[in-house]
């Protein structure tokens, strides 16, 4: 289904906050803002065609996050959240640079929380390929790592199957225990969780770690840090009343949207498709 709408004016309290990401894991960041701002409409860009990003080139996930960000603005988006540590790590200055009255939040990998957390200084991150070999990391790593232990697992195989819905299967499951075993094994106390699809895992893969662990996600830290800012530049929505949520994707919606209706648990939701 496409769609066709005149954007609201983007400096108004009532204009759209915009989400992208290479497909569905943005969404555990767009349910985080939806707690603490409920009022606020969203709109949700899910890369689905592109999808994976984390063995993308760097150069193709800056066009991709160039063009969907360019969507969401002329759609009459206040702020647009890079929901999506890949695309943060490969093109947030290019997109602060490119759009510089637009307020953009992105993401990176909770190494900051996770030193402030760990009790035996062993932390271990799960990210893409593309995050974890990425220039920014390593800037976060060298700034926040004194004293620990960090390990690093990319991650392959996971998003493609989370992309397909299958958030609870055994094959899910097994690409887990897979990658959680050598952090598991170094006796790390604290888990990053570099990527936003994996907190749509989080059940799976807090039983697998065992109590032992603390599961750190960076939804909740990026929602507060969108409220302060829009609160700042008086663009938060007051209400009364829920904000709609749009959603729209460059895949096949009759492939995507059965796994967005499973995820944000809405039977009637709606996915459009965009040519992006
Ligand atoms: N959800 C993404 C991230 O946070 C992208 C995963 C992918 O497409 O490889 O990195």
């Known amino acids: 289904m496409n769609k066709k709408k005149s954007p609201t004016d983007n400096s108004l309290p009532v204009a759209p906050v ?36 984390g063995n993308r080139s760097v150069d193709f996930v800056r066009r991709r996050s160039l063009a969907i960000t360019g969507f969401l603005l002329a759609q009459g988006a206040k702020a647009v959240v890079v929901a999506c540590n890949s695309a943060s790590e490969a093109a947030l200055e290019l997109l602060r640079l490119t759009f510089p009255g637009l307020e953009i939040i992105g993401l990176e990998p909770a190494v900051k929380v996770a030193q402030s957390m760990s009790k035996n200084k062993k932390i271990g991150v799960l990210g893409t390929p593309l995050t974890l070999r990425g220039g920014r990391f390593f800037r976060l790593l060298n700034n926040f790592s004194a004293g620990m232990e960090v390990y690093t697992q990319p991650v392959a195989g996971l998003v493609e199957l989370i992309e397909t819905g299958c958030l609870d299967d055994a094959q899910t499951t097994a690409i887990l225990k897979k990658n959680l075993r050598p952090l598991l094994k170094k006796g790390i106390d604290t888990l990053v969780l570099g990527c936003t699809h994996y907190p749509l895992l989080k059940e799976d893969i807090a039983s697998l770690c065992g109590p032992q662990v603390e599961l750190i996600d960076t939804a909740e830290p990026v929602a507060r840090q969108l409220w302060r800012r829009l609160l700042s530049t008086g663009r938060l929505n ?10 729209f994707s460059s895949g096949a919606v009759q492939t995507v949207n059965p796994v967005l209706r499973k995820i944000m648990a809405d039977p009637a939701l709606v996915v459009f498709q965009s040519s992006v």
Do not use: K, T, W
């Not at 943005?26 to 689905?48: K, W």
């Open 18 to 53: 915009g989400f992208f990401d290479s497909g569905v894991g943005g969404l555990s960041v767009l349910q985080a803002v939806r707690r603490i701002m409920p009022h606020e409409n969203l709109i949700y860009f899910a890369d689905s065609a592109h999808c994976p990003y």
């Open 238 to 247: 007051p209400g009364p009343g829920s904000g709609h949520i749009e959603y």
